[in-house]
């Protein structure tokens, strides 16, 4: 940590900003093998909670596409990949999913045609590798797939658009404001096997 000069004390998603300082620097990142268990159980504490990390992606990305991160491709890239699509991911769930749904609806009764067949298809796909992506966690963390919960997440990833809104206002009036999260640990759920560490090239 001193040889990267800490970190920024006004980023609220501290660990985005580390991250990317850590890489910067040459040094070497993994993904632990254990599952945390703290996640927000209900939507009242869930929103503030992702609204502060959808405004601390933005805070880093502010800060370090001016910073050495960006200065090489490789870094640019990892910024846009992983910071820069997740904020506008975040930001336009919700719009594009309430004007699928008007199409549908429009459709039903008869006001305009259906909605192309080949559109349909990237719907259906892009939710199948969300799910799939589901499964794969769940069962990782050793927990067993529910079709509700993965079929209900269609329903859920709008919500991350008005949470993604607060954090856009938020960035703006109250940019250091810190939404305290309650944390509810949970017992964690046997695994069969620890999961194989994954580790990544630096930036540079």
């Not at 305290?180 to 695994?191: D, E, V």
């Amino acid at each position: 940590m001193r040889a990267i000069a800490g970190w920024d004390a006004y980023n609220v998603t501290e660990d985005a900003d580390i991250g990317f300082r850590l890489a910067a620097r040459g040094y070497r990142l993994g993904v632990i093998a254990s599952p945390t268990f703290e996640t927000p159980p209900r939507l009242g504490p869930w929103f503030p909670q992702r609204a502060r990390w959808v405004k601390g992606h933005i805070q880093t990305l502010a800060v370090h596409l001016r910073g050495p991160a960006a200065r090489s491709p490789r870094g640019l890239a990892s910024l846009v990949l992983t910071l820069a699509l997740s904020v506008a991911s975040s930001h336009l769930h919700g719009p594009l999913f309430f004007w699928l749904l008007a199409k549908v609806v429009a459709a039903l009764l008869g006001v305009e045609g259906l909605i192309d067949g080949g559109d349909f298809v990237v719907l259906a796909l892009g939710w199948s590798c969300a799910s799939i992506a589901g499964v794969r966690g769940l069962e990782r963390a050793g927990i067993k797939p529910r079709f509700l919960p993965l079929f209900g997440a269609i329903g859920y990833w709008p919500l991350q658009s008005l949470a993604a809104v607060n954090a856009a206002v938020q960035f703006v009036v109250a940019p250091f404001h810190w939404d305290k999260t309650p944390h509810q640990p949970r017992t964690p759920a046997k695994t069969s096997a620890p999961a194989t560490p994954q580790t990544g090239r630096s930036l540079p």
